[in-house]
C-alpha cells in the first residue's frame, strides 16, 4: 500500500450505512457514475462490495492521481480508470449511465455549479435510472439539527458560494432537468441520502 496515499476518513466512516441503501438502489450489471471521487476510497470500497456492477469514478484533473493510487493498491477489478469531469462543463466524458451517485459535494460548490451538475444529471442519466447525493440537507428551510445548521454557518464563512443546500431547492432543479424527488433516506450524523428518478411523462 502506498505509504503517502491521503485518507479521508469521513469517507472511511460513512461508507457502510451508504452500503447498505446503494446495495438496493443499484442493480446488477448496471453502472455507476461517481461524482467527485476525492480519494477514490468509496470508489474502492463500493465496487468490492458490490462485484456486480461497474462503478466509474470522475473528479477534476489535480484529484486523478489520488483516485489512480487508490485503484492500483485495492485492484478491484469492476472499477474503470477515473475519468476528468468538471460538471460545470456542456459535455460529459460518459454518455449514458444507470446511476448517478455523489458524497458530500452539493455543499461544497457554489450553486450554479449545483445547477449545472443536475442539467449534466438530466443528460446522462438513463431512462429508468436514479441520481443518488449523500450529505447534510435543510427541509423547506429549516436545518435538521444545530449541528446541521452551525455548519452551514461555517461552510459559508470559509466560502460563501458553498453552504448546507435545501430540498425544495435541490427538487426544483431536478424537476427543471425531467427528475423527480423520490426518496429521502435519513442516515447517520445527521445526514441524508437524497434520490431523484426520471419524472413520470404523462
Known sequence: MSDQKPFAASAD????????????????????????SGTGQHACFFAR???????????????LPVIRMWLEDEGVDNIKPP????????????????VIYTANTLHIISQPAAQHLFAGVGRTLSAKGCFCAYGPFSIAGEHTSPSNAQFDLQLKEQDARSGVRDTVWLDSLAAQNGLAAAELIAMPSNNFIAVWRRAAVH
Open 49 to 63: 462490495n458490490l462485484t456486480d456492477v461497474i462503478w466509474q469514478p470522475t473528479d477534476l484533473r489535480d484529484k
Open 13 to 36: 466512516q460513512n461508507k457502510e450505512p451508504i452500503l447498505e441503501v446503494l446495495g438496493y438502489l443499484v442493480q446488477a450489471g448496471e453502472t455507476v457514475l461517481e461524482l467527485g
Open 83 to 98: 475519468l476528468e469531469l468538471d460538471v460545470n462543463e456542456a459535455v460529459w466524458p460518459v454518455d449514458s449511465a444507470d
